[in-house]
């Protein structure tokens, strides 16, 4: 099947709410306990049972080095400038630090959020789209085509600090690591570059994810899952859920009825408010 992405990379915050709590873009970006409340304030404004953190797709590019600016409530952070202007610069990437910036204020926040009893969604950025903040698009597809076991190794110091990333959100309370590789789609990417690079890439981050954590949910992305499927790294079966309910009241119901990490994918996170025409869940089993 064929996804079709219906959201946007930035969390658009209505005004009333900027109003009621006082918290504004960037301060929300960067500040745990703002980011906390806004999150909490979100989820019971769209009446969803699922509060998720960051509102950006940045955050791990920036632990990486990347220069983002933060913008404001209508531009989200973006790449100011890149850090490395060639795959041989690139080389020198430094392993991911979780204890300092923005991505200490968001394992911060999961951890408010979870402590006060809500139910927390990391969202989990992968490699492609943290490379796009780091390095040109044309430096790194040139790159990609003259030393492919220089990328590769670029790629596993990515895929390591995600992996990383995603333990520590479960570990500080996160129930759902909501994971998507926007920028290696393979409409973006096209069919070779996925097959080769950004889908073993992404496998590997979910794999890895599955065989160290514990009890959690891992929802891909649509377009990461049906990709996944399409290149035969992943199968996925149909899970029959009770009753009239969100796609975010489904999912809970499903992780509460696990002893292992599940992996869903098919659908949006985004959704998570939305009721389900049909009652089913996609699991998502990867193929070795």
Known sequence: MDFKCTGDDLELIPKELVSETGITLPEAHSDKTSMAILARELRKHRRDVIARVPFCVTVEAEAFGAHIKLGDALNGPRVEKYLFSSIEEMSVIQELDLKKDRIKEVLDAVEILAQSGEKVALSVEGPFTILSSLIDPMYFYKGLRKDPRRILEILSVIEEGIIRYSLEGITRGASIISYGDPVGAIGI???????DYSGPSSWRVIKG???MSEKVLLHLCGKTSTALEKIKMAKSYPIVIDGDKTYG???L????KTTEPILIGHRCIKGSLNKMDKPILWGIKLIN
């Open 189 to 195: 990417v096209g069919p070779k570059v996925y097959q």
């Open 249 to 251: 009241q489904a999912l």
């Open 209 to 211: 994810l599955q065989e």
């Open 253 to 256: 119901d499903q992780l509460e």
